[in-house]
């Protein structure tokens, strides 16, 4: 059931993306740098990053548009990848892409003002022909390298946002602050291996609970693992992570 509604979200996220696909866009946040201006995707970003202190990555299992469309790429490839290349991979990106923004905001003299709506007065994101060009080829991106690469390929390799998710997360950690985590009781495990063949994430999580390191920035707490563990061995809790 849980997962029922998980995906539902998922999809209902990917299904309105023509609206919203601005308020995720690199190109909108370094655009309004440009200038000056504190866009829309720029204020998502820092709601996500606030939302990881306590959520960690909830967002990329439940609420981000792409989950919905790596939902639908893992019945084509849900092999493994391999996480730590596609991290450092993720990072250069995410570092050339932060290094264009505050040059973006140096250049214009510093931020002068908040427009949510840079780019996209209309409020709706895709409101023109020429948009779909962009919108499709977002999909078209992140579908191709989902397939290619395995599960949620793009979301390892090329996300400008997962970043924000991790920091809020580790700074949650650092600070103590109760989190949202996966915990584990560990002595009930019969090592049957399905969570690590259900975790979209490619974690490998019989492995993790026997170490105690359950909680990783890189757990997207879709609860795939929780809710096929037929042992009962893994649950969600606030709690404070070690
Ligand atoms: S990794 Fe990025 S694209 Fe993938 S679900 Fe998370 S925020 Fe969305
Ligand atoms: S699915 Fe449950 S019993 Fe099987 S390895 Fe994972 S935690 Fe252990
Ligand atoms: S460890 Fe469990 S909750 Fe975390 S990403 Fe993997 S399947 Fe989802």
Redesign the pocket.
Known sequence: MRQKIRRSFALLALLVFPLTLNYFSPYVSIDGAMVGVISGSVIVFILLFLSGIILGRAWCGWLCPMAGLSEMTLQINNKNVNIKNLRRVRLSIFAVWASILVLGFVLAGGIKGVNPLHLTENIISVDAPVKYIIYYSVLLIFTVLSIVLGKRGACQSICWMSPFLAAGYHVGKGLKIPQLRIV?Q?D?????????K?CPMSLP??TM?KTDKMSTSDCILCGE?VD???????SYRFTVVK
């Open positions: 584990s560990k009930r495990c019969v090592s049957c291996g399905i969570c690590d259900k999580v019989s609970l693992c096929h563990c037929k042992k009962n061995v893994l």
